[in-house]
């Protein structure tokens, strides 16, 4: 049994895990890959200490040349020294990576850079709670503020203040949603299985229960 970190820029996995690393890890996609390096940085490119949370680059050389024909996008991704932006953000422990978010997912409260997965991960270990996403929505003074979209297990109605303490046992205050949506229809995915998020923010605009 095994696990790993890739995308479609590198043609070789950058990343993997497997046996009894695995095990006693789970929640980390491994060492890099013996043909990539990989780094953590800041908004501003600079690399990050291991422990700390930032976008993941790589280089190896089996990245991609270039995206098709499209010299805009291709010049947002690769940068100086062979180093391609994932859109990732991750951070290393004991040199293992681990996965917190999309770079885009990133929901920017007041100046605090919230992390999606973690609050997600929170709430679905929840007995109540069949799988959850956490967005940001609007906010005008705040910039943005979290909002959770919850799917119940069958039979269960948790309410959302308990919720809210839940996520609040173990995070931080200004991580815990201000913004519910219980729904019965499981979430909306791609073909990859990921959650279509953009759909979230989209089809529900008026399903808040504010806290």
């Known amino acids: 049994m095994g696990l790993g970190y890739g995308l479609s820029e590198s043609v070789t996995a950058v990343a993997m895990i497997t046996g009894d690393e695995l095990l006693a890890h789970p929640t980390s996609v491994g060492r890099p890959a013996a043909t990539h390096e990989?780094?953590?940085?800041d908004p501003d490119g600079k690399p990050l200490p291991e422990g700390v949370?930032?976008?993941i680059y790589i280089r190896s050389p089996y990245l991609m040349r270039e995206y098709w024909r499209k010299p805009e996008a291709t010049r947002e991704v690769l940068v100086s020294?062979?180093?391609?932006?994932?859109g990732d953000i991750g951070h290393f422990e004991d040199a293992r990576l681990?996965?917190?978010s999309r770079a885009r997912d990133m929901i920017l409260r007041g100046g605090e850079n919230i992390y999606p997965v973690e609050i997600e991960h929170r709430l679905e270990a929840h007995s109540d709670v069949a799988e959850a996403a956490v967005v940001g929505v609007d906010h005008e003074e705040l910039g943005?503020?979290?909002?959770a979209v919850v799917v119940p297990?069958?039979?269960a109605r948790p309410e959302p203040?308990?919720?809210a303490a839940w996520v609040g046992e173990t995070l931080a205050a200004y991580k815990v949603p201000a913004h519910w949506e219980l729904r019965e229809e499981p979430l909306p995915r791609n073909a990859a299985g990921k959650v279509l998020k953009n759909v979230l923010l989209g089809a529900a605009?008026?399903?808040?229960v504010e806290e």
């Not at 020294?81 to 994932?86: P, V």
């Not at 943005?144 to 909002?147: A, D, G, L, S």
């Open 161 to 163: 203040a308990a919720l």
């Open 153 to 155: 297990r069958p039979g």
């Open 53 to 55: 949370q930032g976008e």
């Open 38 to 41: 990989i780094e953590i940085r």
């Open 144 to 147: 943005q503020e979290v909002k």
């Open 81 to 86: 020294d062979g180093w391609l932006r994932t």
């Open 205 to 208: 605009q008026n399903q808040f």
């Open 98 to 100: 681990y996965i917190n």
